[in-house]
């Protein structure tokens, strides 16, 4: 008789214990390169591991702005901290709900591989200057994340992580919609079996399918934010406790552990034992309340536009730098194509890997003199 190996071990446990309409390992739609299964780790425990110990990428999160650009307060939080809150938020939820949290977690940890320097004013600065060269393209840190995993690392091979990890990379954003409208669409998630009915994790099908584990980070993503930005602009002065919504606050609370307390509570309330992803009506409102305060009052601030101008003089700046001196682009990627649009696709690969500091770097080293002699 043949003793089971620890994978499939855990997979029978999958089998046994997941909600219905979890993602089960052993039932993945698999990978682009068909791989020989590991005898320990599960499909997605492989997925969360090479992000973590082979993806570039993620390492350079912790040198990205989140929200404050070059700060001076050492513990404000990075890109990297972000994903990691993100990344626990979604285990809570997904353990509490009996989804894959394997899957869960392989997900968050990849979901902003793909952001560019300077948060998102660098995104919109790097999507103004992929369309003044190209009108039909642009760029959005979500599709780019998903074109690091495949395309980018290792080198250009790609990590080869499944299809489910995957679409849960390219969906995770919702940009500025009500939580209602993410909802919505959660409600029309397909459960398990109408994953296998399509043949890729292509772009166009990952808007219609989602999986519940997806669905829970697109959630764990909002959670995180709003409240860590929230708390850095607090501790940076920013904000002042007096200065919160008092209504908002009676609902969410009066401190950051009861904030997210309540929110990761609220959704696992709501969505115990139910074939989708909720939140209470009540909720939704207090967290749509407190998005559009932080937009108000943070991320559309008045006295960061200057900061802002700036990020898109760097970002602007060093696009054409690259799309036009043939030197500076061999110098930084090795190729220097004729086609126009691949070197589009050349130069944006490039910038949206840079870090906060290379991208000011670069910049210092194109558009200042280094002095003489030389």
Known sequence: MRVMTIRERTEQWEREHLSPGAMRSAESRGRRVPEQPDPVRTD?????DRIIHQCRAFRRLAHKTQVFIAPHEDH?????????????????????????????????????????????????????????????????????????????????????????????????????ADL???????????????????????????????????????????????????????RAGVLRQEDLPPDMLRLLGYRHSQRVGRMVTDVITESLDQPRVNMSAEMIEAVDALRRFMFERV?????????????????????????????????AAGIVPEDTQRRVRIVTDYIAGMTDRFARAQYVKHFLPSGYPF
């Open 180 to 234: 209602a409208e993410i909802l919505g669409e959660g409600a029309a998630c397909l459960h398990r079996s109408a994953m296998h009915e399509t043949e890729s994790a292509s772009r166009s099908d990952a808007g219609t399918r989602i999986s519940l584990e997806a669905m829970v980070i697109r959630l764990s993503d909002r959670i995180a934010y709003l409240n860590h930005d929230l708390d850095d602009c607090l």
């Open 299 to 331: 991320y559309y601030r008045a006295e960061l536009r200057h900061e802002v101008e700036q990020v898109r003089g760097v970002i602007i700046g060093l696009f054409e730098v690259y799309m036009t001196e043939d030197e500076a682009l061999f110098e």
């Open 44 to 48: 997605y425990q492989r997925d969360r």
């Open 76 to 176: 404000l939080r990075t890109r990297l901290s972000h994903t990691l809150e993100v990344s626990q938020v979604g285990r809570t939820i997904a353990k509490a709900l009996r989804l894959n949290e394997e899957l869960t977690e392989a997900i968050a940890l990849a979901h902003d591989v793909g952001h560019t320097p300077f948060g998102h004013a660098g995104e919109a600065a790097l999507d103004e200057a992929v369309r003044q060269h190209d009108p039909e393209a642009g760029f959005n840190h979500y599709e780019h994340s998903l074109r690091v995993v495949d395309e980018l690392e290792r080198d250009g091979s790609g990590l080869n992580l499944t299809v489910e990890t995957r679409m849960g990379i390219v969906q995770h954003s919702k940009g500025e």
